[in-house]
């Protein structure tokens, strides 16, 4: 069965950190490019973090310097390194994995920061 599942979503602090986790199953997944978006009150989902098949990633402007994205090929897992979290980084994160091309999204997790 194709499917991420993602995990590690929850309520911090500002200023504190958070790790979220995307597993793939039912796929290739160390052939796939992926990366997290997420979508906060203005809902609209914002891109975050890319990491291509080799490793090569990119951020959101919004994001750079405070998240890491990285994979690990052996686990089929992608994860979101989050630190220095501001209220602003309420959302829903989205992880995906493209699969052949085409994007495999998970149901998203809650992350929630309070001031």
């Known amino acids: 069965q194709v499917q991420l599942v993602e995990s590690g979503g929850g309520m911090v602090q500002a200023g504190g950190s958070l790790t979220l986790s995307c597993a793939a199953s039912?796929?290739?997944?160390?052939?796939?490019?992926a990366g997290w978006y997420r979508q906060g009150s203005e809902n609209r989902r914002e891109f975050v973090a890319r990491?291509?098949?080799?490793?090569?990633?990119d951020y959101g402007d919004s994001v750079k310097g405070r998240f890491t994205i990285s994979r690990d090929n052996a686990k089929n897992t992608v994860y979101l390194q989050m630190s220095s979290l501001e209220t602003e980084d309420t959302a829903d994160y989205y992880c995906?994995?493209?699969?052949?091309?085409?994007?495999?999204w998970g149901k998203g997790t809650l992350v929630t920061v309070s001031s």
């Open positions: 990491i291509g098949s080799g490793g090569i990633t």
């Open positions: 995906v994995v493209f699969n052949r091309g085409q994007p495999l």
């Open positions: 039912g796929i290739i997944f160390k052939t796939s490019d």
